[in-house]
């Protein structure tokens, strides 16, 4: 496995917890049937996996440990949701019998793994014949922004040189298509989709994020830890996206690619 880039500090799940069908996963609605068995891999705070289980009979959610899996798990618990269960799995080797599930579902994760093409092989192992694998990631050299600070520009410089560190693709989106193929998947969907802040409520959520992010989350450990910045840089980098949110002409793009798959 791949160190996660991101970690799981408040300011991150205040991101992921944001997450549900209609804005991360809505490629993939037309394939929901009320009978059918799910696997979420990566399951995170577990938004747009009770979102699923609204629409399925029966998910599982996974997590690359107890503690993370737990976040997913009190959820659940949370909002009475009772046709999910839980396991902690590695992606590539799945603990799953071959052909057990209907969908095969990843979102922001194949970006964070240390082999994304053997994680399609595996998800396609245990999807049924006729099934669907289905994976959506972000593609962070295409994200776009205005105004055009340069902070933001070091922001983006020194997240993709720590994904990459970490074994990861931050650039995964583009590549989605083509680990599906190289996974032996013959019929493949393509597509594509985006988030995008430009109101002021939409600016000062985003932007008020990731101020806090590149101070307290993995990645600003990491990125001190290795040189790659001083605090200092991180500050100066946290007041620029303070400043992006708080501008009336602020506008944040952020595109992904998406894949179903074909088991």
């Known amino acids: 496995m791949a160190t996660y880039t991101h970690g799981h500090h408040e300011s991150v799940l205040r991101s992921h917890s944001n997450r549900t069908i209609a804005n991360s996963a809505e490629y993939l609605r037309p394939h929901l049937g009320a009978d059918a068995r799910l696997l979420d891999i990566g399951a995170g705070p577990g938004t747009i996996t009770m979102d699923f289980a609204q629409h399925v009979a029966q998910v599982t959610a996974t997590e690359i440990g107890e503690e993370e899996l737990a976040l997913s798990q009190r959820l659940a618990v949370e909002r009475g949701v009772r046709n999910i269960d839980f396991s902690v799995e590695d992606v590539h080797a799945l603990t799953f019998p071959d052909d057990t599930f209907d969908i095969v579902h990843a979102h922001q994760v194949l970006q964070h793994v240390a082999d994304p093409v053997q994680s399609l092989r595996e998800m396609r192992r245990v999807a049924k014949p006729g099934g669907i694998v289905a994976a959506r990631d972000a593609d962070y050299a295409a994200f776009h922004w205005f105004p055009l600070l340069p902070e ?94 708080d501008d009336g002409d602020g506008w944040y793009l952020v595109p992904h690619g998406e894949i179903i798959a074909r088991a």
């Not at 083509?178 to 985006?194: L, P, Q, Y």
């Not at 939409?202 to 790659?228: C, E, K, N, T």
Request: charged share 25%; proline share 1%.
């Open 152 to 245: 933001l520009d070091e922001w983006l410089r020194l997240y993709r040189a720590a994904a990459y560190a970490n074994g990861g693709e931050p650039d995964a989106g583009r590549r989605l298509l083509s680990w599906a193929r190289a996974a032996g998947f013959e019929h493949v969907t393509a597509t594509a989709s985006t988030w995008c802040y430009a109101s002021s409520e939409d600016r000062a959520w985003w932007g008020g994020m990731w101020a806090d992010r590149i101070l307290d989350s993995a990645l600003a450990r990491q990125l001190v830890d290795s040189g790659m910045a001083t605090r200092a840089d991180l500050e100066t980098i946290s007041s620029a996206w303070r400043r992006w949110a």
